[in-house]
């Protein structure tokens, strides 16, 4: 099965070939017909199926057919990061429409957007954003023929839902409604009954990791994760590393900490400006950073096909946001390791991973960490000096006996 048996119109077809899209991927040869046919849609997904392009790649196609201006397609996204990320898509597999998208979302100046609106095609959106240029009278959405939300179980993580609800007001009632989600918590079940009418259901790859994707265990004291880190980043050959942590506070002190330790990294936390942010972004894409420190809302929209590595610096709180954690690697045939910090307080959650995964998850231990060691008056006791097995890819020797000095000194 090719692109070709969808029957884009030539334009959108043109996109595809140049984009390099050959085979669709389950959700798109799933999600694409019915929404090609204008029925609701409820899509299933984890991230990293493909599922931007499943409802990006129609959406031209029925804005090429339709001779009307103005905005006539809103995808709301719970974060800068992912409806930069969708933004992209629109440009690059509509780059031979000439159909305009435009991002909408706060942090950044109004004025500019207000002016890309007057001639936009397809608006991608943060709620919050949305909301402001509705009471400013700032966008005309009369015109809309197909809504998406993207990421709902997120949106509703957020918060966003009652703003969801503001905006629906504010939409015309005959439209195409799509909406996809990772999982489906009680109400965002209930959010789709409002907004889909009896919709397709697409339901691709049941909550499980990819099968390139090995999991560890690291068992270790509250107080003394951050030595295990560097220790574990001083012994195992690793190229980009993502490193999840449960608060943005944790996030921003443990990049400098790597920082410190002569580790190219940089933190990704709802505290940063957009320019900061963006920039965090890039430069893990491009290697600039070889690690990345977030946490699970500022990671969505991480679109990385290269990264060797996750870290659970902390485990996350259900056994779906694992899954979401470690599908950043594995991707495209490229095998992957996860490894999760584990404190005596995580029995249950690992219980719950276990199930899940329907199997025991590893325990690991490194023989040249202390794991004894006691905590000081600053949080973390000194780790002993030890020479790496493997250099880091970008670091030197001479870096790594640093790592192994400098986690003397600093504490978690």
Same mark, same amino acid.
């Given at each position: 099965?090719?692109?070709?048996?969808? #029957?884009? *119109?030539?334009?959108?077809?043109?996109?595809?070939?140049?984009? =390099? !899209?050959? %085979?669709?991927?389950?959700?798109?040869?799933?999600?694409?017909?019915?929404?090609?046919?204008?029925?609701?849609?409820?899509?299933?997904?984890?991230?990293?199926? =493909?599922?931007?392009?499943?409802?990006?790649?129609?959406?031209?196609?029925?804005?090429?057919?339709?001779?009307?201006?103005?905005?006539?397609?809103? &995808?709301?996204?719970?974060?800068?990061?992912? +409806?930069?990320?969708?933004?992209?898509?629109?440009?690059?597999? /509509?780059?031979?429409?000439?159909?305009?998208?435009?991002?909408?979302?706060?942090?950044?100046? &109004?004025?500019?957007? &207000?002016?890309?609106?007057?001639?936009?095609?397809?608006?991608?959106?943060?709620?919050?954003?949305?909301?402001?240029?509705? /009471?400013? *009278?700032?966008?005309?959405? @009369?015109?809309?023929?197909?809504?998406?939300?993207?990421?709902?179980?997120?949106?509703?993580?957020?918060?966003?839902?009652?703003?969801?609800?503001?905006?629906?007001?504010?939409?015309?009632?005959?439209?195409?409604?799509?909406?996809?989600?990772?999982?489906?918590?009680?109400?965002?079940?209930?959010?789709?009954?409002? &907004?889909?009418?009896?919709?397709?259901?697409?339901?691709?790859?049941?909550?499980?990791?990819?099968?390139?994707? @090995?999991?560890?265990? !690291?068992?270790?004291?509250? *107080?003394?994760?951050?030595?295990?880190?560097? #220790?574990?980043?001083?012994? %195992?050959?690793?190229?980009?590393?993502?490193?999840?942590?449960? %608060?943005?506070?944790?996030?921003?002190?443990?990049?400098?900490?790597?920082?410190?330790?002569? !580790?190219? @990294?940089?933190?990704?936390?709802?505290?940063?400006?957009? =320019?900061?942010?963006?920039?965090?972004?890039?430069?893990?894409?491009?290697?600039?950073?070889?690690?990345?420190?977030?946490?699970?809302?500022?990671?969505?929209?991480?679109?990385?096909?290269?990264?060797?590595?996750?870290?659970?610096?902390?485990?996350?709180?259900?056994?779906?946001? !694992?899954?979401?954690?470690?599908?950043?690697?594995?991707?495209?045939?490229?095998?992957?390791?996860?490894?999760?910090?584990?404190?005596?307080?995580?029995?249950?959650?690992?219980? +719950?991973?276990?199930?899940?995964?329907?199997?025991?998850?590893?325990?690991?231990?490194?023989?040249?960490?202390?794991?004894?060691?006691?905590?000081?008056?600053?949080?973390?006791?000194?780790?002993?000096?030890?020479?790496?097995?493997?250099?880091?890819?970008?670091? #030197?020797?001479?870096?790594?006996?640093?790592? @192994?000095?400098?986690?003397?000194?600093?504490?978690?």
């Amino acid at each position: 099965m090719n692109f070709e048996v969808f #029957n884009f *119109h030539p334009t959108v077809a043109a996109g595809v070939l140049e984009a =390099g !899209y050959i %085979t669709p991927t389950p959700i798109q040869a799933k999600a694409i017909p019915p929404i090609l046919k204008r029925c609701d849609v409820m899509g299933l997904a984890q991230t990293g199926t =493909g599922k931007t392009a499943a409802f990006v790649l129609p959406i031209l196609n029925r804005l090429m057919g339709d001779t009307k201006g103005g905005i006539r397609a809103l &995808i709301m996204a719970p974060t800068r990061e992912l +409806a930069e990320q969708i933004h992209q898509a629109v440009e690059i597999l /509509g780059r031979k429409t000439r159909l305009k998208s435009v991002t909408i979302y706060g942090g950044v100046n &109004i004025n500019p957007q &207000i002016k890309k609106l007057k001639h936009a095609d397809i608006v991608v959106a943060c709620p919050g954003r949305l909301l402001d240029h509705i /009471g400013r *009278h700032t966008i005309n959405l @009369s015109q809309l023929k197909v809504l998406v939300l993207d990421e709902a179980d997120q949106m509703f993580d957020m918060g966003f839902l009652p703003d969801i609800r503001r905006i629906l007001a504010h939409l015309p009632q005959k439209r195409q409604a799509l909406l996809f989600s990772a999982t489906m918590p009680t109400e965002i079940r209930r959010l789709s009954g409002e &907004i889909l009418r009896n919709p397709t259901t697409v339901k691709i790859g049941e909550t499980a990791p990819a099968d390139t994707v @090995s999991h560890a265990l !690291y068992p270790v004291a509250q *107080h003394l994760k951050t030595g295990l880190l560097l #220790n574990l980043l001083g012994t %195992t050959s690793a190229g980009s590393v993502l490193v999840f942590t449960r %608060t943005k506070h944790r996030a921003r002190n443990l990049g400098k900490k790597l920082s410190v330790a002569g !580790y190219r @990294s940089a933190s990704l936390q709802g505290n940063l400006s957009q =320019g900061k942010r963006q920039a965090a972004m890039d430069g893990f894409r491009d290697g600039t950073f070889q690690i990345l420190v977030a946490t699970d809302i500022a990671a969505r929209g991480i679109d990385v096909t290269k990264v060797s590595h996750v870290i659970n610096y902390d485990i996350p709180s259900t056994p779906e946001a !694992y899954i979401h954690r470690i599908g950043r690697t594995g991707r495209a045939d490229r095998s992957g390791e996860a490894f999760t910090f584990v404190t005596e307080e995580d029995k249950d959650m690992v219980r +719950a991973i276990n199930r899940i995964l329907d199997s025991n998850i590893e325990k690991r231990t490194l023989p040249t960490f202390d794991y004894k060691a006691q905590a000081s008056n600053r949080g973390e006791s000194p780790q002993r000096k030890r020479k790496p097995r493997h250099t880091f890819p970008g670091v #030197n020797k001479h870096r790594n006996r640093k790592v @192994s000095r400098v986690s003397n000194r600093i504490q978690a």
